[in-house]
């Protein structure tokens, strides 16, 4: 071949590489550029995702206790229906539904929630929680969510703690001219089934069983025996000597053959 000829060849060979070269860098380039693209896209998602599900666990968590949250949002962790022993508290206002009809819906309303509030503050401070707001009663257990070996004591505090809220909050009623409220408490404990009961959006987690009806019937009896708390047989041995306990009369409910023996525990509390 000429060498004129071979230098021609050589150097349109070297375009086409080059050209090649600049297709190939330029499609790379392209290639990065969506992948870039693509990724602040997904970081994009990722975030928006990740703040969504942070507003759904904070209104959540407005009707549900926040471990409650947590463990139904770890991966794996199902909250399986079982029996488990746990210790009930019921608490109730008394008279609230004549005190409705007098005072404007608004007014009503805002004093509720004010009390639902000072009480379910108490409740988890001493590792309870309110599962249940019914009217102007709830209901709170201890041990539900994991065993604790100390729930009664610490639902007898949780009432205590209570007291002294409503005590607190009462002031601040009469400060605007509001009427106090009064409330009765009943604590018990025993064996019931927990888990999610309900369907679709009216499931939530609760427990079922003859103990939440007896805590249910002591709480009642709060106010035969001008008492603000009762607490149970089972609840009293399991307190030691640490309450200044008063023994109540002991008590037919419905439901049970036998009398219920309740105490109340004192103003001056743990000694």
Known sequence: MPLCAWRCCGSEALSW???????????????????????????????????????????????????????????????????????????????????????????TVDILNGYFGHMIEAITQHH???????????????????????????????????????????????ARQLPELRFGIGIHAGEVIAGIIGTGALSKFSVTGDPINVASRVEGLTSAMQVDLLITEVIRDRLGDDFDLAPMPATLVKGKAAPIRTWTVRADAVR
């Open 17 to 107: 590489a080059l050209a090649i070269a600049l297709l190939l860098g330029s499609a790379v380039a392209g290639y990065a550029w969506t992948l870039r693209a693509q990724r602040r896209q997904l970081e994009r998602l990722l975030d928006a995702a990740d703040a969504k599900l942070e507003r759904l666990q904070r209104q959540f968590e407005r009707f549900v206790p926040s471990d409650l949250v947590e463990r139904l949002t770890d991966v794996g962790d199902e909250l399986k229906p079982a029996r488990r022993y746990v210790t009930i508290l019921f608490a109730d206002l008394r008279g609230f539904t004549a005190l409705c009809d007098r005072l404007d819906p608004a007014v």
């Open 128 to 174: 309870g929680h309110v599962t249940e707001l019914v009217g102007d009663g709830l209901l709170a257990l201890f041990g539900a969510l994991q065993p604790n070996p100390w729930q009664a004591r610490d639902a007898v505090l949780s009432a205590l703690a209570m007291r002294s809220a409503l005590a607190r909050y009462n002031q601040t009623l009469l």
